[in-house]
C-alpha cells in the first residue's frame, strides 16, 4: 500500500509545473483533503524558503496578460481569480502600467482585432488609390471603419476591460491613422 504524499511535498510538485499564488497552493492541497494544519505547515516553509511569493508572481502574471491585450480592469480581475490581494494587484498594476502602456496596448489589441476581421485587406486599397477607400469588409465609401466593426471593436474591447474613454481614443487613432 503506497503511503500519502506530505502537503509539502504535493506542493513542491504543483510548483514544479508553474508558479503559484499562496490561495492557489492552498485550494489545491484543500481539494486533496490535507489536514488544515499541514496545509499551513507546508504554506508557512514555502513562504520562508520563497518558493511562494504573491508579489512576483503578480508581475510576471502582468506581463502575460498584457501580453494578452487585457486592460487594466480585467488584469486585476483576473489576478484576483489568482488569489492575489487586490491592494497588491492594483499596485502592481499602477506601478508597471502607466495610461499610455495601457492605450499602446489597447491600440496592438485593436489592431489585431481588424486583422482578425479581415479590414487590414482594405486598408492597403485605402493607402493605394489616396484614401477614398477600398470596399474591403468593414470599411465606408471613405474608407472608414464602418459602424459594426466600430461596434465589435469596442465589445471585444469591454470584455478585454479597456474603459470607455480609452476604447473611444483607440478607435479615434486607428481611424486618424489608417484611414
Not at 62 to 88: Q, S, T, W
Amino acid at each position: 500500500m503506497k503511503s500519502k504524499v506530505s502537503a509539502i511535498e504535493k506542493a513542491y510538485d504543483y510548483l514544479s509545473r508553474r508558479a503559484h499564488t499562496e490561495y492557489e497552493i492552498r485550494l489545491k492541497l484543500r481539494k486533496k483533503e490535507y489536514a488544515e494544519d499541514e496545509i499551513d505547515g507546508a504554506v508557512a516553509q514555502l513562504l520562508l524558503d520563497g518558493y511562494i511569493d504573491d508579489r512576483d508572481f503578480a508581475e510576471r502574471y502582468l506581463r502575460v496578460l498584457i501580453e494578452k491585450g487585457r486592460g487594466k480592469r480585467r488584469i486585476k480581475d483576473e489576478m484576483r481569480r489568482k488569489g492575489i490581494a487586490e491592494e497588491l494587484a492594483v499596485a502592481t498594476i499602477e506601478a508597471c502600467m502607466s495610461e499610455e502602456d495601457e492605450r499602446a496596448n489597447a491600440l496592438r489589441y485593436a489592431e489585431k482585432i481588424l486583422e482578425k476581421m479581415d479590414c487590414h485587406a482594405s486598408l492597403a486599397m485605402t493607402e493605394v488609390d489616396g484614401g477614398t477607400g477600398g470596399s474591403g469588409a468593414g470599411m465606408t465609401e471613405g474608407g472608414g471603419m464602418t459602424n459594426e466593426v466600430k461596434r465589435k471593436v469596442n465589445s471585444k474591447m469591454v470584455e478585454q476591460g479597456y474603459p470607455y474613454d480609452t476604447i473611444n481614443w483607440t478607435l479615434r487613432e486607428l481611424e486618424g491613422r489608417i484611414f
